[in-house]
């Protein structure tokens, strides 16, 4: 019975929630209930509770209730996410098979990056982080690639709050040389034996969201390979770029 009602209380908040859109987004009780079926009193409860965890308002001036602002910015953060990954899976599949390395797209998640996409590297020793892992932004080429583009304030707290005294100033430095670059690197770094070159991934306002990642083992990124991947990296890093709505040209690297 319980798992039941547990059932009923979940549909009852995504079909009240649904019956939020584009173009009729203010709604009263009465009429949620008449544009869903659902009968006033249910409407009410779930109503109450979306208030209560802050996923509508009550729009006072209008006696309406309105999708939150945390709705919002959970809207944004999925159609961006879709959209950045539709965008890059196709460029991400042809690096893979230019490079025969593993390639990751990893996007901003608070104060750290996950892995939104991932191509298998095609060599018999290669490097692959799981879809959905949470790693730290400070390590790694793929998170520093999107750390060096942040806002400075941003940057100045992670810097002192998650990173040792004695890697801050090394830290800081190496972002300003990724910001010159337009690549970041990690030769051994978060885990030994392997490598990664990343290059960040803009918006049409200009923001790194994301960042796109060769990764693999140590032994085949010699001084010529890493020159190539880092062109490579920013090259169709660029072009996702673009997708997005980003329309600045490609700069050269130093």
């Not at 208030?51 to 910015?73: I, R």
């Not at 797209?105 to 892992?133: A, S």
């Not at 885990?191 to 969201?209: C, F, R």
Request: a negative charge.
């Amino acid at each position: 019975m319980n798992n039941f009602l547990h059932e009923a209380s979940i549909d009852a908040v995504i079909t009240v929630l649904r019956a939020f859109e584009p173009n009729d987004f203010e709604h009263t009780v009465q009429s949620i209930a008449q544009k869903t079926g659902l009968n006033e009193k249910d409407v009410q409860h779930t109503v109450a509770m979306l208030l209560k965890k802050q996923l509508l308002y009550y729009q006072e001036s209008h006696s309406m209730y309105c999708l939150s602002k945390e709705m919002y910015v959970m809207g944004v953060a999925a159609g961006e996410s879709l959209t950045l990954r539709e965008a890059a899976k196709p460029w991400m599949e042809e690096l893979r098979n230019l490079t025969k390395e593993t390639i990751h797209l990893y996007v901003l998640d608070g104060v750290e990056r996950m892995c939104l996409e991932r191509f298998e590297g095609q060599n018999e020793i290669r490097l692959w982080v799981k879809v959905g892992t949470k790693l730290p932004l400070w390590d790694g080429a793929a998170g520093k690639a999107i750390l060096a583009y942040q806002s400075e304030s941003f940057i100045t707290s992670i810097v002192h709050e998650k990173v040792a005294s004695f890697a801050r100033q090394p830290l800081v430095e190496e972002l300003e040389r990724i910001r010159q670059n337009g690549v970041a690197e990690s030769i051994d770094g978060r885990e030994v034996g392997t490598s990664s070159i990343s290059a960040p991934i803009m918006d049409a306002q200009h923001n790194v969201l994301a960042s796109l990642s060769i990764s693999g083992a140590t032994t085949r990124f010699t001084p010529e390979r890493i020159e190539a991947f880092s062109r490579l990296a920013h090259g169709y890093a660029h072009t996702i770029s673009t997708e997005l709505g980003y329309n600045e040209p490609m700069r050269n690297l130093l």
